[in-house]
């Protein structure tokens, strides 16, 4: 369910004709629907209403200060996973006490800032992490909240690159060592044990992986609380899918997916967390690009934009499948032909799609890259000195720039030479 629709023979964004965007902005650009973002964390966080649980929003799936104010004024925590991110969610007015801190790498530094702010729980991801915690937190004088990540060895059935709960992938403490490392925490000063977390992966469509390791946590639970420790949170971490390709790939709802945590976990009398991104940002943004050629070769048709794999790395990291829609509406028998949709980056891996059948573009025509609100512009760079992607939230009638477009001047302007090749301009 998403604001982006055919009206009056062209896309809008909720009120917002895209082309008016794109004249507005140029192109490329990321056009958020603030409309959509309210209704997918309503729809995930009324889910679970009448339970005790907090929804933090995973701020890596799309960290814009806008998008944080607006989850952060609806209620939402916010998981973190760096002290930059600490800082985004600070500067979004974020409380301490919604904040959790996921990670397999948190430095010193990092760990004291959060402490600092009073954050809810830390989720420790190996035992080395816990004592070097504890040691951070004993010379500020304090204890630090945790909960340890736990990782079940399911498989999620999902991208390799984007799978987090198996045995071989890097995150979480392995299930069969979880007991110990509670034990270990017990002991440690710096330590005070909150609860328990698990995220197995991202992109999850079927809820059956989510259960059996939600099954497991809650007999862990049962176990460490024999072991006599008080476990008052259970972090289920994010993962929900959203449907990229429209059909082969809808996820649960996110009532089916709260009705199996309350039956699994609910009579524990644990706080519920849960850590959504993609399901809340996912949907909820596309990116507006231009037709600059199209080229016919032998073999192919390539179809060469503006929107490059510096703007979306999508394709090319994680193999994605975004749909590509024309801005003007396509007449029901318009000419189709199969394309390659690329960029102009100097890379093979450049594309946003490949052998796609698409209504026939032009020189000129607008196109929404769809389902792009979630790892799209937090994963952009300038690669290849191409500005940096700007990015617009549309609500209602109104749009503004929420990140203006970082120009070639502006990135040329960080660096500098080293002092021995600057020449006396004087001599
Ligand atoms: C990335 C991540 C999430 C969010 O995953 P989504 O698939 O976007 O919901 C949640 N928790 C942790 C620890 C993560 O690393």
């Keep these: ?222 176990l460490l609380r024999a072991d006599g420790h008080d476990i008052r949170h259970a972090d289920l971490g994010g993962g929900l899918g959203v449907p990229y390709h429209g059909d082969t790939d809808m996820p649960p709802h996110p009532d089916d997916y709260a009705a199996m945590v309350k039956r699994l976990l609910g009579s524990l009398g644990v706080k519920l967390i849960m850590e959504p991104g993609r399901m809340i940002a996912g949907n909820a943004g596309v990116l507006l690009g231009r037709v600059l050629f199209v080229k016919e070769t032998g073999s192919k048709t390539f179809v060469i934009t503006d929107v490059g794999m510096n703007d979306l790395i999508r394709p090319t990291l994680y193999e994605a499948f975004h749909h590509i829609l024309p801005v003007r509406e396509p007449a029901v028998d318009a000419p189709r032909k199969v394309v390659d949709v690329v960029g102009p980056v100097c890379e093979t891996g450049d594309y946003i799609a490949r052998d796609r059948d698409l209504p026939v573009m032009q020189r000129g025509d607008l196109f929404a890259v769809m389902t792009a609100g979630a790892y799209g512009a937090v994963q952009s760079c300038t690669y290849n000195t191409r500005a940096l992607v700007p990015e617009v939230l549309v609500d209602g009638e109104r749009f503004a720039v929420i990140r203006p477009r970082l120009e070639a001047r502006d990135i040329i302007a960080l660096e500098r030479l080293a002092p021995w090749q600057v020449k006396d301009e004087m001599a």
């Excluded at 800032?113 to 009073?118: H, I, M, R, S, V």
């Design 1 to 222: 369910m998403h604001h982006f629709t055919y009206r009056d023979g062209e896309m809008f964004a909720e009120g917002v004709p895209l082309s008016r965007i794109a004249r507005e902005v140029g192109t490329p650009v990321y056009v958020y629907s603030a409309a959509t973002l309210r209704r997918h964390f309503r729809v995930f966080d009324e889910a679970f209403a009448g339970t005790d649980h907090l929804v933090c929003y995973a701020m890596k799936a799309n960290s814009n200060q806008a998008i944080l104010r607006l989850l952060a004024d609806m209620g939402a925590g916010m998981d973190i996973v760096s002290g930059g991110e600490l800082q985004r969610a600070k500067a979004a007015g974020v409380a301490g006490e919604k904040i959790v801190f996921s990670g397999v790498g948190k430095t010193d530094a990092e760990m004291r800032a959060a402490l600092d702010y009073g954050i809810l729980s830390f989720n420790v991801e190996s035992v080395a992490e816990l004592h070097r915690l504890s040691e951070v937190a004993e010379a500020m004088g304090r204890r630090a909240p945790v909960a340890l990540r736990i990782n079940p060895d399911v498989d999620a059935k999902t991208h390799e690159k984007i799978s987090t709960g198996k045995a071989v992938d890097k995150f979480g403490i392995p299930w069969l060592e979880a007991r110990a490392a509670y034990a270990e925490a017990a002991r440690l000063p710096g330590i005070e044990v909150k609860g328990v977390a698990m995220h197995i992966g991202s992109q999850i469509t079927d809820l059956a992986p989510f259960e059996q390791a939600f099954t497991l946590m809650a007999d862990l639970i049962r």
